[in-house]
């Protein structure tokens, strides 16, 4: 039974730094590509960041380009998201997310397994 479970949500002040991660179990987690995404009330669900299965790339959009950074250690099936300077505009669950594949998808409809999310709260 595949699992993804995030950690490290919480609330924070505009301009501080949270880091999130995302345990997995049940899958090859060498074959897949793992991918962080948000959800604020009453919007869609937008992808944040991406890594491909070695690490060696990494995607973002442009509204946290700079901000944030997704990496992985692949020796202990983790993916973490560093989130700098944040803004009010960052809150939302946000979601880890697994798909076997080679490249790196933005849609929400591509990735198989999905973590049951965590709070970001970013105060002004």
């Known amino acids: 039974q595949v699992q993804l479970v995030e950690s490290g949500g919480g609330l924070v002040q505009a301009g501080g730094s949270l880091r999130l991660s995302c345990a997995a179990s049940?899958?090859?987690?060498?074959?897949?590509?793992m991918g962080w995404f948000r959800q604020a009330p009453g919007k869609e669900r937008d992808f944040v960041a991406g890594i491909t299965r070695s690490g060696g790339s990494t995607y973002y959009p442009d509204s946290v380009k700079g901000r944030f950074t997704i990496s992985r250690d692949n020796a202990k099936n983790t993916v973490y998201l560093q989130m700098n300077s944040l803004k009010p505009e960052d809150t939302a669950v946000y979601y880890c997310?697994?798909?076997?594949?080679?490249?790196?998808?933005?849609?929400?409809?591509?990735?198989?397994?999905w973590g049951q999310g965590t709070q970001v709260t970013v105060s002004s």
């Open positions: 997310a697994a798909v076997r594949a080679l490249y790196v998808p933005s849609s929400s409809s591509a990735y198989t397994y």
């Open positions: 049940g899958l090859t987690f060498t074959m897949n590509v």
